[in-house]
């Protein structure tokens, strides 16, 4: 499970529209499995179809984590016109196996979240919203 707070489902929906038609993407940071906090991240791809984060804006997410005491939990991106599901791209590409995937389809209007095995073995989490 993952606990989001329905602000920031709210940003992650906003970042979405502003972003569209390419994906947006970002991290979610807190404790355990608590979100507190967003940061919205350059898709440096500039795709509809797939997205990757900026090396630099990375580290700089993990340093505003660390000063406020908080992890990288999860990695978020929206799909403007698929569904909310780990697409074989974002399969093949989840390294982390220790974060959770958070995804939010603008077109079917919904938000999922996974985890993925080093093995590449998606399971879907629920999502509480706080």
């Given at each position: ?15 979405g529209?502003v ?61 403007p ?50």
């Amino acid at each position: 499970m993952i606990k989001i707070p329905r602000e920031v489902i709210d940003r992650i929906i906003l970042h979405g529209n502003v972003e569209a038609p390419i994906e947006a993407c970002g991290y979610l940071a807190g404790r355990g499995e608590e979100v507190r906090v967003l940061v919205p991240m350059t898709n440096a791809e500039n795709s509809d179809a797939h997205y990757s984060f900026d090396p630099e804006e990375q580290f700089a997410a993990l340093d505003k984590a660390k000063a406020e005491d908080l992890e990288l939990i999860a990695a978020y991106h929206t799909h403007p016109i698929t569904p909310a599901r780990m697409s074989d791209e974002d399969i093949h590409l989840a390294y982390d196996t220790e974060i959770v995937y958070v995804i939010y389809s603008l077109k079917f209007n919904n938000l999922r979240a996974f985890r993925i095995n080093g093995e590449k073995q998606v399971r879907e989490i629920t999502i509480e919203v706080v």
